[in-house]
């Protein structure tokens, strides 16, 4: 069996590896590129027929991604001018880089040129890609016909010079990988093409619409891949978050993008391939990105799309918990006093219903901060976090305020989430919102939408839903049914469908 280019540079990163602890690597964000994926990543980008090739690799650690496009060009037949560019700020990889790149230039049958620049990619970019967008260019920055990208995974805060340089598409604490993708689109000429590998987080929430914002307008998504097992993209590490691979275009954006999935980084083989409509997978004023894989999905994006409204819309909202319990221990208590409040923990939602007290430690709440407080009325209480290989996403109770007829006031732990109104809401609209959260329907939409095992209070107030007269009848329906499982849920949704 041929050993290949990608096989010497993985051997190398592998020796690499070894003598350097992974703790030191995480805090550069540095976590390197399988082998099989970065073999898919580079199928993805088609190869031109006539040089020079130009290509981006601005995060290229030992530079496995180049590698895997180096050898996709030689398969290829190509025989013209490929120009490599490498940004990599890791002084003690680049001896690796620059040997693996050596090897391939001495090897190949094009003519390779590369450049290692030990330089800040967002810095040195920066200004071209802001002054673009605010018509005050100052200097062109270098455009490239392909790019291939495993950025850094790291949050920064909103005060580094990185997040500083680039405002327009950051908001809040940022995390590199999402800046690197939106420059090397930049940095990308008209029509030429990139593959990244990034978290999918990006895909929903408000920290980044200003980046899908950019990307939609930029550029055009042909390509999205998911892992079915988010424990096995990286070889050598452990990346909690659910990673998917992007192929993107410098050009409008086509009808149709294509979703591929795979078990992990070691069955491309084996993919399961799904085309979607553009407007299935990018949704509504925020550009959510809806990742759909199959035709049961897209139907259930197609079912949810009826409903033209959401909760704000209705006059309703979620929020999250008020107390974060570990910084108000002293407030704590574990019976009930005249000067307690009940505070309200995911311990107690309990089939649809809430329990309290249950005989948890610090069940009861003695506070003067009145920030900590919420009028005792109705609510639908939601869970903010579930383990991951939970059934349901969404696990939601009906909150009852004459359940607890003796409080003016309550409070709720930060890890739960609550509906409430702008005005106290009835039990028919807190019952009908819980058939909502309770079908089968809507967990199955908030996966689609949302990898992690966070429920966020944002992306829920971005659900399409049915009217506030809708949601009362639905709760009507289910008060007279006084059946809270998930078939009776929806058995009375499918009603309205």
């Not at 819309?313 to 002293?330: S, W």
Request: proline share 5%; net charge neutral.
């Amino acid at each position: 069996m041929e050993i290949t280019w990608l096989d010497r540079a993985v051997k190398k990163t592998d020796l690499f590896i070894r003598n350097r602890p992974k703790e030191v690597r995480k805090s550069y964000g540095q976590f390197f590129t399988g082998q099989q994926t970065a073999r898919f990543m580079a199928s993805l980008l088609e190869i031109p027929k006539q040089g020079p090739i130009t290509i981006l690799d601005p995060g290229s650690g030992t530079g496995i991604l180049s590698a895997a496009l180096l050898e996709q060009i030689e398969n290829c037949g190509f025989k013209g001018e490929v120009e490599l560019t490498c940004y990599e700020t890791d002084e003690l990889v680049l001896p690796v880089l620059e040997e693996n790149l050596q090897m391939i230039q001495s090897e190949a049958s094009f003519s390779l040129r590369f450049t290692i620049l030990n330089r800040n990619y967002i810095l040195e970019q920066a200004d071209s890609f802001e002054g673009t967008l605010l018509d005050s260019l100052q200097q062109e920055s270098k455009k490239y016909n392909l790019a291939i990208v495993n950025p850094p995974y790291r949050k920064i805060a909103k005060d580094d010079p990185q997040a500083l340089a680039v405002p327009s598409i950051c908001k809040g604490a940022p995390n590199l990988y999402f800046i690197f993708t939106a420059i090397a689109l930049f940095n990308l000429e008209p029509d030429g093409q990139m593959s990244v590998i990034i978290p999918r987080s990006w895909t929903s929430g408000l920290y980044f619409r200003s980046f899908r914002n950019y990307l939609v307008h930029s550029g055009s998504v042909e390509h999205l891949h998911l892992f079915v097992s988010r424990s096995k993209v990286f070889d050598k590490d452990s990346v909690l978050q659910e990673t998917i691979i992007v192929k993107l275009r410098k050009a409008k954006q086509a009808p149709k993008i294509t979703m591929t999935t795979t078990e992990s980084n070691a069955d491309f083989d084996t993919l399961t391939t799904f085309q979607a409509s553009c407007n299935t997978v990018i949704f509504g004023p925020d550009n959510y990105f809806y990742l759909v894989t199959n035709p049961k999905e897209a139907e259930i994006l197609h079912k949810l799309s009826q409903f033209k409204q959401t909760l704000p819309d209705i006059g309703l909202k979620m929020k999250t918990g008020l107390t974060v319990d570990f910084r108000v221990r002293e407030d704590l208590r574990n019976n009930a006093n005249e000067n307690t409040v009940p505070l309200f923990y995911s311990h107690h939602l309990k089939d649809g219903r809430v329990e309290h007290p249950i005989g948890k430690e610090g069940e009861w709440l003695e506070t003067g901060k009145k920030g900590l407080l919420q009028p005792n009325t109705n609510y639908l209480f939601v869970k903010r976090f579930t383990a991951k290989e939970e059934k349901r996403r969404l696990q939601s109770s009906v909150y009852l305020a004459d359940s607890f007829p003796d409080y003016e006031f309550i409070s709720t732990q930060n890890k739960i989430n609550f509906i409430t109104g702008n005005k106290p809401l009835d039990k028919k609209t807190v019952f009908g919102l819980y058939v909502l959260f309770n079908s089968t329907l809507y967990d199955q939409y908030y996966r689609i939408l949302n990898g992690s095992t966070q429920v966020n209070s944002t992306e829920i107030n971005n659900m399409p839903v049915p009217s506030l007269e809708t949601i009362r009848h639905l709760g009507a329906r289910l008060i007279t049914k006084n059946d809270l499982s998930e078939s009776s849920c929806n058995q009375i949704l499918e009603e309205i469908l």
